[in-house]
């Protein structure tokens, strides 16, 4: 292979950028946006860009999407990091963006990259230019918008959510960028062997930029030790090494992932500390990420434990805790604590059933009224209109109780929570029993 080839390749702008699309259609993924009669799609074909807010992961499309949209509305884009800006950046896009508006009539789509680092002053700044149409705003975050974005800006923007890009797409993308020989890696006649495949799919975790520089990594690697000038395949132990990054003992994204997740579940579920060591023990071995495990451990302590121990949740938390500060392999002793706790607890799957039911309810029923004696009367004219009304505080009466009805009408008296009688649920169980009864009674006496 030629080396000035591989120097001049190596010089150029890193590959995840060169691949970009330059169309909707070579755009891969989030089909739940983007797809046929979707938000973003409906946006492009309409010629119709509006504000909005890109939610999701690293590396699945929210700057490539962003760029996109500003070539359909065919407006002047302009791009910044809220990290590295600041209100001084944003006044001069404002200012720039007046003058081409007065000047040529041209609009401006702004994208601010992770627009969540901004604090409300920053956010602030925004609001009456794009209430006045002057700017469209694009903003990215990989953090939840509405904790992060001030609710003024979030009620002028959309918010589309994007996942990480499925193995398919991912696929799909570098497959894509090795047999492209403009943008891509086609000059080398690379291709990739099915286990360097997987496991740079692997290695991506939903996100295409880290799957194209990494592809780009393994490829250099190869080509620098002497690649062939015919088709030349890239193994697994060859992106390994190009990595520094081995491949896990079993495929965490297959079938072996999920069954020894589910051997661990059902070992913990049937009060067998013994299995669900070993079990435990397997999966770390094979390079599964221990924090999966543990998040795994803290979904079952309120799944199938729920209020029968109700410190299974903490210790599951303390668990994580004590990994995340201490690390592997000092860590995993708290793993091991916390699953032979959860083993060794008592079983109750009532509130996990009883989150269902009242799930179930809440989508049958749509938007039932709430009972005007619980409703909050901050007003005068919401406590003439008969807000609070009634209401009756519970700790005025005999054992902090007032057996008053808190649901629906149309709900009224509906049991959601069945606690058993194992564990701490049996004296749940009595106390949920003397205040059903006392509120069931009091209703029969309302005329």
Known sequence: MDADLIQRLRSREPLAERMRPVSL?????????????????????????????????????KTTLAGLLARVARAHFTHFSAVLSGVKDIRAVIADSEKRRSGSGEKTLLFVDEIHRFNKSQQDAFLPHVESGLITLIGATTENPSFEVIPALMSR?????????????????????????????????????PGARDHLVRLADGDARAALNNLEAAVFFKMSAGGGDGPTPLSRDEVEKALDQKAPLYDKNGEAHYNLIS??????????????????????????DPFYIARRMVRFASEDIGNADPDALRIALDAMSAFRFLGSPEGELALSQSAVYLATAPKSNAVYMAEKRAAAAAKKFGSLPVPLHIRNAPTKLMKRLGYGKGYQYDHDRKGAFAPQEHLPDRLAGTVFYRPTERGGEKIVKERLRKWRSLRAAAGKKTP
């Open 25 to 61: 259609d070579e755009f891969r993924g989030q089909g739940h946006i983007a797809g046929e009669n979707a938000l973003v799609r409906r946006s492009f074909e309409e010629d119709r860009v509006f504000s909005m807010i890109l939610w999701g992961p690293p590396g699945c499309g």
């Open 157 to 193: 923007c959309r918010v589309a959510v994007l996942k990480p890009l499925e193995p398919p797409d991912i696929d799909a993308i570098m497959e894509n960028a090795l047999k492209d020989p403009e943008r891509g890696l086609g000059a080398f006649g690379v291709f990739l062997e």
């Open 263 to 288: 051997a661990f579940h059902k070992s913990l579920r049937g009060s067998d500390p013994d299995a669900a060591l070993y079990w435990l023990k397997r999966m770390l071995q094979g390079g599964e």
